[in-house]
């Protein structure tokens, strides 16, 4: 904790005080023009791979960057409430889901209840992704060794869909209002790769200027 107080020192004492009078006017408002939905772990962090701004993305973070079905959760479904809030308050243009490599969540899927009996919230949680697991076991051989990527993949085609379950997201996609992305992250290179709906691959994300 003390290197962490340490930190708040030094952002006040630096950035903020550089930036001050952006940080006066943040405070008015937020008009982000990204909801990015992504993975809790600790080793992705939106803001440093897009070299965005404060203000500039709504983030969702929760284990596995798992997006509920609508109706799913009857009860408290706070990722829910994230996209309803930053599509129907916040208008956002664009809606990311993140996956990202070596992902834990990912590889619990194929855990079994026994394994993870110690952890029954997490156990729940996994079982919205159940697809996930059963999308992966079809394609079988095609699959090959890496069987965690592709799990990793396939989780992010599936939360593509199922944040399209909700009417008013379905909606805004219909009237061109909200555009879907899907990325994933590997850390190792720090490259991002974007899901390309007409090659059904991932493609490395290659800025061009102009």
């Known amino acids: 904790m003390k290197r962490l107080y340490k930190g708040i020192r030094e952002f006040q004492q630096s950035h903020f005080r550089k930036e001050e009078d952006f940080f006066k006017r943040l405070s008015k408002s937020q008009s982000p023009e990204v909801l990015f939905i992504t993975c809790a772990d600790s080793r992705i962090d ?53 996956g990202h490599s070596g992902c834990g969540a990912m590889d619990a899927l194929y855990a079994s209840d026994e ?48 944040i399209q379950s909700y009417p008013f997201v379905a909606e805004a996609l219909n009237e061109g209002r909200v555009h879907l992305h899907g990325w994933y992250y590997e850390i190792s290179t720090g490259h991002v790769y974007a899901f390309k709906p007409e090659q059904e691959q991932f493609e490395k994300i290659v800025y061009a200027k102009g």
């Open 46 to 98: 939106p803001n440093l791979v897009t070299q965005s701004r404060p203000g500039e993305l709504f983030i969702v973070r929760n284990v596995g960057n798992i997006v509920p079905p609508y109706d799913a959760i009857k009860d408290k479904n706070s990722v829910a409430a994230a996209i309803e809030f930053s599509v129907l308050s916040l208008k956002v243009s664009d809606i990311i889901i993140c």
């Open 115 to 162: 394994d993870l009996k110690d952890m029954p919230h997490l156990r729940d949680w996994l079982k919205i992704a159940s697809p996930v697991r059963a999308r992966v076991e079809a394609a079988g051989e095609e699959v090959g060794l890496d069987r965690q990527r592709a799990t990793e993949e396939a989780n992010v085609l599936t939360q593509l869909a199922n």
